[in-house]
């Protein structure tokens, strides 16, 4: 079993950045993936970026390309991702999950995601 639990979210001003956490209790093993996906009222689970926990690949959504960087502390079994130039329509619960075994043909789509944590707000203002 694994559990994850985010942190970092808040109120954050257009222009201004933020660095979520998501910290893995439980066995991690080498073929897991971690994602980052947000959430906004009224629409689907949008994903934004993933990394595989072994050799540390990282992909990412088009939308958040150059903005977001997602990372990893193995030691720390925590996965960070880092928004930079924050943009009102960011505003969402945002959510880390684990997959296992880790695809990155499908590390795109929520339900192949074996775990989540309970999410973080992050509300951008104009």
């Known amino acids: 079993q694994v559990q994850l639990v985010e942190s970092g979210g808040g109120l954050v001003q257009a222009g201004g950045s933020l660095r979520l956490s998501c910290a893995a209790s439980g066995r991690i093993f080498s073929h897991f993936g971690m994602g980052w996906f947000r959430q906004a009222p009224g629409k689907e689970r949008e994903f934004l970026a993933a990394t595989a926990w072994s050799g540390g690949s990282t992909y990412y959504a088009d939308s958040v390309k150059g903005r977001f960087t997602i990372s990893k502390d193995d030691a720390e079994k925590t996965t960070y991702l880092q928004m930079n130039d924050l943009k009102p329509e960011d505003t969402a619960v945002y959510y880390c999950?684990?997959?296992?075994?880790?695809?990155?043909?499908?590390?795109?789509?929520?339900?192949?995601?074996?775990?989540w944590g309970q999410g973080t707000q992050v509300t951008v203002s104009p």
């Open positions: 999950g684990a997959m296992l075994p880790f695809s990155r043909l499908t590390a795109h789509i929520p339900r192949t995601y074996n775990y």
